[in-house]
């Protein structure tokens, strides 16, 4: 059974930086693209980061591009989510999600860590 | 930048019938170099992570009941959920892929529940 976990949600201030960390188990991920996807509290979905399955090309949604950096260590296993001069409007469940890398969609889902800006 | 239109905002079907949700993306999803829509379709229940249901607009994803249903093509699509049950009621994202930049983006979700 596939498993994404992320971990290193938490309450930061505005302006401050959170790392976002997503491992890997039980699939090979050096195979696997990974996104990531949040949720702010009662809304919708919205796409993130992507990383290609080698690290060779990052994308960004504006929302976040300068401000968030996407990387991975697959001798590690793990995919990381670098979140820098957060605002408020960031406070949101994120979560990570492979990609195998042909049908354009997230494939699975890890269970999802919680960021919340406040001061 | 593609925008999706998800139609109903939420809907409430008995148990044991039909519920369709729409979506309508701004550009086409068709790709000519392999003539597939780069549509999906996402379930999400409460306190849970969303679940791949649907990719290329109709390809159901292993392990999915075969209640569950997506077709269209270019612009309009729709998630066709037979027979309802209990266990479907979620919210339901459509998401569109755009390969040249790479760009993801997901429909507002219909919220479905039992009538």
């Known amino acids: 059974q596939v498993q994404l976990v992320e971990s290193g949600g938490g309450v930061v201030q505005p302006g401050g930086s959170l790392r976002l960390s997503c491992a890997a188990s039980d699939f090979t991920f050096s195979h696997y693209g990974i996104h990531w996807v949040r949720q702010a509290p009662g809304k919708g979905l919205e796409w993130l980061a992507f990383?290609?399955?080698?690290?060779?090309?990052?994308f960004y949604a504006d929302s976040v591009k300068g401000r968030f950096t996407i990387s991975r260590d697959n001798s590690r296993n793990t995919a990381f989510l670098q979140m820098n001069s957060l605002r408020t409007e960031d406070t949101a469940i994120y979560y990570c999600?492979?990609?195998?890398?042909?049908?354009?969609?997230?494939?699975?889902w890890g269970q999802g860590t919680m960021v919340t800006v406040s001061s | 930048d593609i925008v999706m239109t998800q139609s109903p905002d939420s809907l409430a079907v008995s148990l044991g019938e039909r519920a369709t949700i729409n979506c309508k993306s701004s550009q086409s999803l068709l790709y000519r170099s392999d003539n597939k829509n780069y549509l999906a379709w996402y379930q999400q229940k409460p306190g849970q992570p969303p679940k791949l249901l649907i990719y290329w607009a109709s390809t159901r994803q292993s392990g999915v009941p075969d209640r569950f249903t997506g077709s269209g093509s270019g612009t309009d699509f729709t998630l066709t959920i037979s027979r309802l049950q209990a266990e479907d009621v979620a919210v339901y994202y459509c998401q569109q892929y755009h390969n040249s930049p790479p760009m993801y983006t997901l429909g507002q979700g219909t919220k479905l529940e039992i009538k």
């Open positions: 990383i290609r399955f080698d690290g060779s090309k990052e």
């Open positions: 999600a492979g990609y195998g890398g042909h049908t354009g969609a997230f494939d699975f």
